[in-house]
């Protein structure tokens, strides 16, 4: 089943998390759905956005690469496991940009997400310097490398997102993405449960021909997930 994963990043309080909740459960009402949805909320908002009908799921947008301990303003993988989450994003770009986070960090990560039960949606992508250089299948396998001592016979959700389409209003063509996609699938042959997303200004008017087109198992979005009418759309729920 295809999975359309919703990434609010910093935005949204819990009143507006809540009123978003209601609206997605009102849209999807009895019906039976054909798509996972998670939705990955900031930590203050993941008990507002929470379906106690379970139709859609949680998922936290960062994780400690500790158990537990003295590391003030983190979240461990244990305790977003006690607060219900299933998935965990890893190794966002702005994650690596902005924070400096490398390939020893998220593997540490990774082994954090694996060990408290929890899927890793973990994110890989080239930046437009590498992509105009051609490194972008270069990138892709460095990062892909991150894997190598994650389980392959457990669930992984892989989301390719290219940096220079995050937030800026340019999107890979179905082409681009089908490229990319191949060549993951190619260094992930022995994955026995995995799901590739795309993600990287995806909007309701794109979405049809990327999915059609890209060979991907759905999306992670950004800023049109923080509407519950273009979410849904994307989803196939309007």
């Known amino acids: 089943?295809?999975?359309?994963?919703?990434?609010?990043?910093?935005n949204m309080l819990r009143a507006g998390a809540r009123a978003y909740a209601e609206e997605l459960g009102r849209r999807i009402g009895e019906r039976e759905l054909s798509v996972?949805?998670?939705?990955?909320?900031?930590?203050?908002?993941?008990?507002a956005v929470r379906d106690p009908r379970g139709?859609?799921?949680?998922?936290?947008q960062n994780v400690s690469?500790?158990?537990?301990g003295a590391f003030t303003g983190e979240v461990s993988a244990r305790q977003l496991a006690d607060a219900g989450c299933r998935y965990v994003i890893v190794g966002h770009s702005e994650r690596r940009r902005i924070f400096?986070?490398?390939?020893k960090v998220l593997a540490a990560k990774l082994a954090q997400v694996r060990s408290a039960g929890l899927?890793?949606?973990?994110?890989?992508?080239?930046?437009?310097?590498?992509r105009a250089r051609n490194l972008s299948i270069a990138t892709l396998t460095r990062q892909i490398e991150t894997l190598?001592?994650?389980?392959?016979?457990?669930p992984l959700v892989l989301a390719y997102e290219p940096v220079w389409a995050i937030g800026t209003g340019n999107v890979a063509t179905p082409g681009d993405c089908a490229a990319a996609c191949r060549h993951l699938r190619s260094l992930l042959s022995n994955r026995r449960d995995l799901r590739l997303l795309y993600g990287g200004s995806v909007t309701p008017e794109n979405a049809g021909a990327m999915q059609q087109s890209a060979g991907i198992d759905g999306f992670l979005i950004g800023g049109a997930s923080l509407t519950v009418s273009s979410f849904a759309a994307i989803a196939g729920l309007a």
């Open 1 to 10: 089943m295809n999975l359309i994963v919703a990434n609010w990043k910093m």
């Open 36 to 47: 996972e949805l998670s939705i990955a909320p900031p930590l203050t908002a993941l008990d």
């Open 55 to 60: 139709r859609w799921s949680l998922a936290g």
């Open 65 to 68: 690469s500790e158990t537990e």
């Open 100 to 103: 400096g986070e490398d390939g």
């Open 119 to 130: 899927t890793p949606i973990y994110c890989v992508g080239e930046t437009q310097e590498e």
């Open 148 to 154: 190598a001592g994650d389980p392959p016979d457990r």
